[in-house]
């Protein structure tokens, strides 16, 4: 994970002062990484509907994720998509 700025927002076809958290890479194995989950090259900019501006604001939304469900907005390929994953697997129990 890192958190893009400036110039390198442009990669991802945003503009220079979006925020977000950026995926360099992922675990296949992991809830979060399989088919229709996170990958490479991902830009995180919510999650649950709270903004991922860095990336201990997508820590705190992962604590605060409930019944292990995650809806994420992404920016993949230059594209705004919308994921939901289920990620139970990753709750504490």
């Known amino acids: 994970l890192r958190c893009p700025r ?4 442009s990669a991802y076809g945003v503009s220079f ?17 399989d ?3 996170l990958r490479k090259g ?3 900019l919510e ?7 860095g990336i201990d604001d997508l820590r705190k939304a992962l604590d605060a994720a ?4 995650l809806r994420l907005r992404v920016i993949r390929d230059q594209k705004p998509a919308a994921l939901e994953l289920d990620v ?3 709750q504490k129990p």
């Open 42 to 44: 991902d830009l995180i």
């Open 66 to 69: 409930k019944a292990g469900k």
């Open 17 to 33: 002062n979006t925020k977000g958290v950026a995926i360099e890479s992922i675990d296949p194995g992991s809830p979060l990484g």
């Open 35 to 37: 088919p229709s989950g």
């Open 6 to 9: 400036g110039e390198e927002m």
């Open 47 to 53: 999650l649950n509907g709270r903004p991922t501006a």
């Open 88 to 90: 139970t697997a990753l």
